[in-house]
């Protein structure tokens, strides 16, 4: 297909679409109003489970059985990036060599990383109270651990990072997700019900299920990135072709 | 006034589209991709929206004190930003290795097949 008429059938497209997205607009009620049923139910049983955190009740509680499904494409894409991003037959790897690295960042980055996994372990532990959860404080744990790449080097990171261990815990986050709400059963609620007790409102033993979903979460997002980056960055710092380095010789 | 919360989601997910349709790059195509993707968590966001709101956590307002904002599409929202996180990262494992078996990233010159 030509530059051309790939515009021409790009823009009959992009007509259609923003004439559709146009129409479904108008029958849209208006932009800040106060309509907001599922909102106000949302709200009501959230407050009804002791979870000051509605969003975390929705998605732990009233929407648990969604939120399986999404932490297992999570898992799944994971899973599909280490096996696209494996070491092949025709590559080597190659064995990382020391970095200087200039002291005020070393000192920096040594100081953020205790500061930065706390941060990210008090928002999984806190899901269920304030802004945070297993999602986001997660992503904050792995991303504390890479801040030892930046201060001292790649062999450093992988010392602290022994790989396996990460890749079953990314499993065991998501198994352990899947056996508290089986454990719902035997007690008489359905799949992924809240079972617990509820406990007193806005403290840390609140919202029955919601904080071990949330620690389930935590474990399975923070090991899942490590993976991910882990494989992202074998490929940038130690896996090279066997072509490339033959050509680099000659 | 009150449309441009809508009319900025169409107009980032229509930018997302054009940028695929028009990409020479197959990393750029992962970014537009996520442009188009970041298109519904404005929409979601956008119809959520109740004015004078704010977030729906109440481990510092009091129940009822004040108009919350519509907690079911903040939770879509959430789950939303770490798939597209976590697919983007998928998309861009299988730019390495097209980049590796074939040599370039233009998807203009991955017509031909190749064992």
């Known amino acids: 297909m030509t530059m051309r008429l790939r515009m021409w059938v790009l823009a009959l497209g992009g007509l259609g679409v923003a004439v559709l997205y146009v129409l479904a607009c108008l029958d849209l009620p208006s932009f800040g109003g106060h309509r907001h049923p599922y909102g106000d139910r949302a709200v009501r049983a959230a407050l009804a489970r002791h979870t000051a955190n509605t969003i975390s009740s929705v998605n732990f509680d009233q929407r648990a059985l969604d939120t399986l499904g999404e932490e297992s494409i999570l898992f799944g894409s994971v899973l599909g990036t280490v096996v696209l991003l494996r070491q092949t037959r025709d590559e080597d790897r190659q064995q990382p060599e020391p970095a200087r690295v200039a002291p005020s960042v070393r000192r920096y980055a040594l100081f953020a990383l205790p500061v930065t996994l706390l941060i990210g372990l008090y928002i999984v532990a806190h899901g269920q109270l304030s802004p945070g959860g297993g999602f986001q404080g997660g992503v904050v744990v792995a991303t504390s651990l890479h801040l030892l790449y930046i201060a001292v080097d790649y062999r450093a990171l992988e010392r602290i990072r022994p790989l396996g261990l990460y890749e079953v815990a990314d499993a065991a986050g998501e198994a352990a997700y899947v056996l508290v709400g089986a454990a719902a059963l035997p007690a008489g609620w359905a799949f992924l019900g809240n079972f617990l007790p509820y406990g007193t409102f806005n403290t840390l033993a609140s919202g029955g299920t919601v904080p071990l979903l949330n620690a389930a979460i935590g474990v399975e997002v923070a090991a899942g990135v490590v993976v991910l980056l882990a494989r992202f960055l074998d490929q940038a710092v130690e896996i090279v072709s066997t072509d490339e380095e033959a050509e680099g010789r000659a | ?115």
């Open chain 2, 1 to 115: 006034m009150s449309a441009a919360p809508y009319v900025v989601a169409g107009w980032l997910f229509l930018m997302g589209c054009y940028g695929l349709a028009t990409s020479r790059n197959l990393i750029h195509a992962v970014g537009c991709l996520a442009v188009c993707q970041s298109s519904t968590y404005v929409l979601l966001l956008a119809v959520g929206y109740r004015s004078g709101g704010t977030a729906p956590v109440f481990s510092d307002i009091a129940p009822g004190s004040r108009p919350v904002v519509d907690p079911i599409v903040q939770a879509l929202t959430l789950t939303d930003i770490v798939i597209g996180a976590t697919v983007t990262a998928l998309l861009l494992s299988l730019v390495i290795q097209v980049a590796k078996r074939h040599r370039t990233v233009d998807p203009d010159e991955l017509s031909e097949l190749r064992g």
